[in-house]
């Protein structure tokens, strides 16, 4: 394959139509966009990773440009998938950061929003059975320490320096 971008190839999987573009040759490297844009993002990126000897595949997500689109309707049962996937890892880690917004501040919280992709991950082991990598729970561990990290009090601080960074925060 050259280095050059091509026109969209198309393949079919679990009968949707999906767009992708590929060059290069070489090991390959996956470069998937993100929602709302499409593959057309990596358009000076992908001859830059091909020139490195690499097969730089770009893949739309389903229902941008040419790839498959969304269904017009969907179905009772679609419906239910979807909300029964949504909604447990959105509560579940959204309720966490609630209560630690509500404890700790502003500051501390941001963190427990890296739970949702967490959460998302672990509801498709158990609903799915989709297998988990050594890699997926290294970054879990790394999510839980960075969690600790960031919430722990630290030693040596006086009750001045505390009174003030709670202020700082907007808590009384």
Request: charged share 15%.
């Amino acid at each position: 394959m050259n280095s050059k971008l091509n026109d969209a190839e198309l393949v079919r999987i679990d009968g949707q139509r999906i767009a992708y573009h590929r060059c290069g040759s070489g090991p390959s490297a996956a470069l998937i966009h993100g929602i709302p844009t499409s593959s057309y993002l990596w358009r000076n990126v992908i001859p830059r990773l091909a020139g490195e000897s690499l097969e730089v595949i770009a893949v739309d997500l389903l229902g941008y440009l040419k790839g498959e689109s969304w269904p017009a309707v969907a179905t009772p049962i679609q419906w239910g998938w979807f909300i029964s996937l949504a909604t447990p890892a959105s509560t579940g880690s959204f309720r966490l950061w609630f209560i630690a917004l509500t404890k700790g501040g502003a500051t501390k919280c941001s963190g427990y929003l890296f739970l949702a992709p967490l959460f998302t991950v672990i509801l498709s082991f158990f609903v799915l059975g989709v297998g988990l990598s050594w890699l997926q729970g290294a970054g879990g561990l790394l999510i839980g320490v960075a969690l600790w990290l960031v919430n722990r009090e630290l030693p040596g601080r006086s009750g001045a320096e505390r009174v003030s960074e709670a202020l700082a925060e907007g808590r009384p």
